[in-house]
């Protein structure tokens, strides 16, 4: 009998983009089921009704929620191609990235970065080069951080190789830069040009006004109809 594998997503969500690369990479087929947040539908708040939001994972009628937790299962449900590597220490070092990569990373860049200006965009500026520098030592001589193939904490991580440069744009900086972040700006361009990873960033364009409307509504300048 096939299995039902369903995922529920938006287009821009990177949370969603990480479960969409692990299936792909464990070779599962699947199908997309796009939200509307702004409008969610039955379905979604019948899946998760605690948080409300994607992605979420549907297979064979059970429902997973929260990302990190469904690249989990799903690298305990499919065996090929390993996100975990085997050795206890390793993993638990795998689990540790991807928090902090949410907890610190993340928060400090779309949190602290991407909805400021002046001095608080200056300490968010600050406070996120602290957080880079921990993945610089992490990375440094590795092609991934699952060593040589694509791992947990790659997948966690991936958004800094193609919404990070978005960010940049939107506000005239560079976090990542060569001369600062040599080791994390190869993995950005080894990670980004993954066919697999590569083939499923969503449309740049779109992001763009995306979050230009983002941060113009956090900075209280709405843009004008």
């Known amino acids: 009998m096939a299995e039902e594998v369903k995922v529920l997503r938006t287009w821009s969500s990177p949370f969603a983009l990480r479960v969409i690369w692990a299936l792909k990479l ?10 509307d947040l702004s409008n969610k539908s039955p379905l979604l ?3 998760n009704p605690i948080h409300k ?9 059970k429902v997973i929620c929260e990302s990190l937790v469904i690249l989990e299962y799903i690298d305990e449900t499919w065996k090929q191609n390993p996100l975990l590597p085997e050795d206890p220490h390793q993993q638990a070092n795998a689990r540790f990235w991807a928090k902090f990569g949410d907890d610190k990373v993340l928060q400090s860049i779309v949190r ?21 520098k921990y993945l610089e030592e992490e990375i440094r001589g590795k092609k991934f951080f699952g060593g040589e193939t694509i791992g947990l904490a790659d997948i966690a991580l991936g958004w800094l190789a193609y919404y990070l440069d978005i960010f940049e744009e939107i506000l005239g900086l560079k976090l990542i830069d060569q001369e600062k972040f040599p080791s994390l700006a190869a993995w950005k361009q080894e990670f980004a040009n993954a066919p697999i990873i590569h083939e499923n960033w969503p449309d740049r ?9 983002m941060r113009e509504a956090e900075l209280g300048k709405e843009t004008p109809k």
Do not use: C, M
């Open 53 to 61: 939001r994607v992605p979420v994972l549907v297979h064979n009628g």
């Open 112 to 132: 602290g970065v991407l909805p400021k200006e002046g001095k608080e965009l200056e300490e968010g500026v600050l406070a996120s080069l602290e957080n880079l």
């Open 26 to 35: 464990k070779g599962v087929e699947f199908d997309t089921i796009y939200e």
């Open 205 to 213: 364009d779109k992001l763009v006004n995306k979050f230009v409307a």
């Open 45 to 47: 708040l019948q899946y």
